[in-house]
């Protein structure tokens, strides 16, 4: 593109309609948030320098969500309309010249490739302003589209001003924008009030531009769903549901197998391998990736977790910053936290949960553990019921676990703690000291038998009672 491209995202509403406590642009659909959406889409046609959001309500949390892309930002500190609010970015570097495209923080579904088209457009038409627009089989409640002769913009006339051939119009106003940045600033700000309202409309331009000579190109977008704005929960769920229908397709695509795939929940970012299967209601969150021949199955929940070739995760587990190794089989009903990082080749079992732990190639943790702040090692063996016991208090400590170790079942350690590589640690043993290699380490109380004490405690217990 031969001229510079400035983006100004509006994102300084309330969103009152949607009866939250939340800037409308900080609600999720499809795993990001409205405004990181349109910023994505924005750096397809934009450096990240040139693009500006418009922030207002909840300013500081909007900023936060997308400030890790290097945007700009330009406060709106009252709402007084569309126009006010483009007018905040005025004094943007690089807004003065080249091209400057309006877009909204809730309309998260425009494509990349229809910001292509409409700076294409644009550049095409000779015009100082290019509208996208729509066509919809009901379009009550949307600015009408009036051409002129040319197939130009005329006008943009809202509903309760329309006349009723007007009103049968089916082409709408998107009110997303591409300006030649010379023609737009000028008009801009001498742009008036509306007398009912007291707010400034961007519609109005168009007008302004016109009395000037100066024209508004068209670009028609064909499918609706793009230029939906959230106003409601309602059309946010719809907003997710497209979202997810497009990446389950795109897996699918790819060569992913995904059952049920109405009950699955994929966040955009998430990637999978040939040959992977998705069971039914699992959900893939965040940055989660999974590789070749992986098989995630029904009801488990993946967040921010990767996953190497023929990991198998079973049914109804939950996985959360956490990297499986290839061949790896975990669950069901296993549980990894943050930080734990499972070899290739070994196995978590049911009722286990890991936190902050690397578990070596080919070791085993089958039943009923908690391992919190450890290393284990390569074939080690963690019998049923055993738990690191990682907090005194206080602090974190850690446990160390060799290779080939087996540790025997309701095992208790007392971290910190080390277990030396192919050492035995007895079942119910609670271990508080270090044990050496190829040691066995046995720490239970004596075993004491008294004969007949349960029989005469029943007696006992009957003679009570009379």
């Not at 070739?309 to 939950?318: I, M, W």
């Amino acid at each position: 593109m031969p001229e510079t491209v400035s983006v100004i995202i509006l994102a300084a509403g309330l969103g009152t309609r949607m009866r939250s406590r939340r800037a409308k642009v900080l609600h999720r659909a499809g795993g990001l948030c409205l405004l990181e959406h349109v910023v994505r889409a924005a750096l397809t046609v934009a450096e990240p320098e040139n693009v500006t959001a418009v922030v207002g309500h909840q300013a500081e949390l909007v900023r936060a969500e997308v400030e890790r892309y290097g945007i700009r930002f330009a406060v709106q500190t009252e709402q007084k309309g569309t126009g006010h609010a483009v007018l905040q970015a005025a004094d943007t570097p690089g807004v003065d010249h080249g091209l400057v495209v309006v877009l909204y923080g809730d309309c998260p579904l425009l494509a990349p490739e229809t910001l292509r088209r409409l700076l294409a457009a644009h550049q095409a038409s000779g015009s100082a302003a290019t509208l996208i627009t729509t066509h919809l089989d009901n379009p009550t409640g949307y600015g009408r589209i009036v051409q002129d002769e040319a197939g130009r913009v005329a006008a943009i006339v809202e509903e309760k001003a329309a006349s009723p051939d007007v009103r049968r119009i089916r082409e709408i106003n998107s009110g997303i924008y591409c300006f030649s940045a010379a023609a737009l600033w000028p008009r801009l700000g001498a742009l008036k009030p509306n007398p009912a309202s007291g707010e400034i409309y961007l519609t109005d331009i168009v007008e302004s531009l016109r009395r000037d000579g100066l024209y508004t190109a068209r670009c028609v977008v064909e499918d609706a769903k793009e230029l939906l704005g959230i106003n409601n929960r309602v059309e946010l769920a719809e907003a997710d549901q497209i979202f997810r229908a497009r990446k389950v397709r795109e897996l699918q695509e790819a060569g992913v197998t995904i059952e049920k795939p109405d009950t699955v929940t994929l966040d955009l970012d998430v990637q999978a391998g040939a040959d992977s299967v998705i069971e039914a209601f699992a959900q893939l969150l965040g940055d989660t990736r999974i590789g070749e021949d992986c098989r995630v199955g029904a009801c488990s929940i993946l967040r921010d977790s990767h996953l190497s070739d023929g990991v198998t995760v079973h049914p109804f587990c939950h996985i959360q910053g956490a990297q499986v190794a290839a061949g790896a089989i975990v669950g069901p009903f296993a549980r990894l936290r943050p930080g734990s990082e499972i070899g290739a080749a070994a196995h978590i079992g049911n009722f286990v949960e890991l936190k902050k732990t690397k578990l070596g190639a080919g070791a085993k943790a089958n039943h009923l553990a908690y391992l919190g702040d450890s290393e284990i090692g390569v074939k080690a063996n963690i019998g049923a019921g055993t738990i690191t016991c990682n907090y005194d208090g206080h602090a974190k400590h850690r446990t160390t676990i060799g290779a080939g170790a087996f540790v025997g079942s309701n095992a208790t350690l007392v971290a910190p703690v080390e277990i030396g590589d192919g050492s035995y640690v007895g079942a119910a043993s609670v271990i508080t000291k270090d044990v050496p290699a190829d040691a066995l380490a046995v720490g239970r109380a004596h075993q004491l038998n008294k004969e007949g004490w349960a029989k005469k405690r029943r007696a006992d217990h009957k003679t009570s009672k009379g």
